[in-house]
């Protein structure tokens, strides 16, 4: 089970695998954090994230989607390689700006 965890302050950290079970429920959870806060930037940290499938990497595109609708930025931070190789695979990485570290 994945979860999607307020560390407070826009900051947000991704807990578990992403694959095509556990991701359905993380487009609401996403949707909700982003409709609720005041912050114009919200950060997602992603080191807590076991194995990714694609569906990772769509539920991600999903979120930066539901951020641009809502007219706010969203940041990822400490992504996992295997979600960057899938990225870059699909020519996303730019669009999704991804960082394996903190910036």
């Known amino acids: 089970m994945a979860?999607?965890?307020d560390l407070g302050g826009?900051?947000?950290?991704?807990?578990g695998d992403l694959n095509l079970s556990t991701v359905v429920p993380l487009v609401g959870a996403?949707?909700?954090?982003?409709?609720?806060?005041?912050?114009?930037?919200?950060?997602v940290d992603l080191s807590g994230v076991g194995q990714s499938s694609s569906?990772?990497?769509?539920?991600?595109?999903?979120?930066q989607g539901q951020a641009r609708r809502a007219g706010r930025r969203l940041r990822f931070e400490n992504c996992p390689p295997?979600?960057?190789?899938i990225a870059?695979?699909?020519n996303l990485e730019a669009l999704l700006?991804?960082?394996?570290?903190?910036a």
Request: hydrophobic share 50%; aromatic share 6%; charged share 30%.
């Open 55 to 63: 569906a990772g990497v769509a539920l991600l595109l999903e979120w």
């Open 97 to 102: 700006d991804l960082r394996e570290d903190a």
């Open 30 to 43: 996403g949707a909700r954090v982003l409709n609720a806060r005041g912050n114009v930037e919200a950060r």
């Open 82 to 85: 295997s979600m960057v190789r």
């Open 3 to 5: 979860q999607l965890i």
């Open 88 to 90: 870059d695979f699909s």
């Open 10 to 15: 826009g900051r947000f950290r991704v807990d």
